[in-house]
T-cell receptor, first 114, second 115 residues
Framework: DAGITQSPRHKVTETGTPVTLRCHQTENHRYMYWYRQDPGHGLRLIHYSYGVKDTDKGEVSDGYSVSRSKTEDFLLTLESATSSQTSVYFC?????????????FGPGTRLTVT | AQTVTQSQPEMSVQEAETVTLSCTYDTSESDYYLFWYKQPPSRQMILVIRQEAYKQQNATENRFSVNFQKAAKSFSLKISDSQLGDAAMYFCACQGTDSWGKLQFGAGTQVVVTP
């Protein structure tokens, strides 16, 4: 299994506060992804990165920003958290060699915005 | 862009029996890949099986097999000899070679395995 860790694993925060979630990988994978999982929606892509400092938007990027200053770390920031951003957030990585690549997922972060 | 539809929110199967999960998709790309991921109660996402759209032969992985109907844009997953450990949420997903990095998931099907 790819070594992917997410921190924190659980977080409760108040509306309007900034929140940063961290994804760390030890596999030297080129691609990294942030998804959110909500009942009835499956996993939806927020942002992804195809290299250091190279990022692109996904399906549900509004209200989120990302940064990748090192190959191993991909940060997701909620500038001003809202209750609609209560969700489970997953980080994933893939080697970036081909579109058939499997994505490897982290354990998830449960975020509650009150 | 791709869309993926899983019309069965939940499926129940008895141990040792077979269950088939449905998935339909739509894509404007000519070359793409289809995946089934499993998410057990631990929440860990695990790849079950993968199908290249240009291959006519259906993929198989032990007790898991797919029925890929390209013209119908259908990609169903069959679980044979179901085991208690197969109880999980199963997600169908599609990725086009032109939209590399944008894996599109369906809403998921919860599989319940009864003894």
């Amino acid at each position: 299994d790819a070594g992917i860790t997410q921190s924190p694993r659980h977080k409760v925060t108040e509306t309007g506060t900034p929140v940063t979630l961290r994804c760390h990988q030890t596999e030297n994978h080129r691609y990294m992804y942030w998804y959110r999982q909500d009942p009835g929606h499956g996993l939806r892509l927020i942002h992804y990165s195809y290299g250091v400092k190279d990022t692109d938007k996904g399906e549900v990027s509004d209200g989120y920003s990302v940064s990748r200053s090192k190959t191993e770390d991909f940060l997701l920031t909620l500038e001003s958290a809202t209750s609609s951003q209560t969700s489970v957030y997953f980080c994933a990585t893939s080697p970036g060699l081909a579109a058939r690549d499997e994505q490897y997922f982290g354990p998830g972060t449960r975020l509650t915005v009150t | 862009a791709q869309t993926v539809t899983q019309s069965q929110p939940e499926m129940s199967v008895q141990e040792a029996e077979t269950v088939t999960l449905s998935c339909t998709y739509d894509t404007s790309e000519s070359d793409y890949y289809l995946f089934w991921y499993k998410q057990p109660p631990s929440r860990q996402m695990i790849l079950v099986i993968r199908q290249e759209a240009y291959k006519q032969q259906n993929a198989t992985e032990n007790r898991f097999s797919v029925n890929f109907q390209k013209a119908a844009k259908s990609f169903s997953l069959k679980i044979s000899d179901s085991q208690l450990g197969d109880a999980a949420m199963y997600f169908c997903a599609c990725q086009g070679t032109d939209s590399w990095g944008k894996l599109q998931f369906g809403a998921g099907t919860q599989v319940v395995v009864t003894p």
